[in-house]
């Protein structure tokens, strides 16, 4: 199972993986729904924001693993964190490396790293 990553911790490993050497600008990979990223969404910060639905994903694993390599930083979110703890295992069982889930999803994004961004 991947690990869990506080979201008072996102900007130590976000840190951490821009300064790894080669640098990496991690990936933050939203696997909501299109309406659910209308309704609410992070801003990127020091991360590259990908949008891929969790059904879509099996279908764009190898476009993920082109552009990215499966040793780079990637952090899971949806809305609570249980899309994107099951789509984390899944990259994990298919040899991406570096994956956490970003535990509390973009609910806990409003709460712990920007009041902005809608709760729903």
């Known amino acids: 199972m991947i690990p869990q990553l506080d979201l008072s911790s ?3 490993w976000r840190d951490r993986a821009t300064g790894a050497a080669p640098p990496a600008l991690p990936v933050v990979l939203d696997v909501r729904e299109a309406w659910e990223l209308q309704t609410a969404s992070v801003t990127p910060d020091g ?8 059904r ?3 279908a764009r694993l190898a476009e993920l693993e082109e552009t990215y390599g499966t040793a780079h930083p990637i952090a ?3 809305h609570h964190g249980m899309r994107s703890l ?3 295992n899944f990259l994990e ?6 994956v956490v889930n970003l535990q509390g999803g973009i609910d806990a994004w409003s ?3 920007d009041a902005g961004v809608p709760r729903y």
């Open 10 to 12: 996102f900007k130590n």
């Open 47 to 54: 991360f590259t924001l990908l949008h891929i639905p969790m």
């Open 56 to 58: 879509d994903v099996p």
């Open 76 to 78: 899971c979110l949806c």
């Open 86 to 88: 099951q789509v984390g």
């Open 93 to 98: 069982q298919r040899g991406f490396t570096e």
């Open 111 to 113: 709460h712990q790293v």
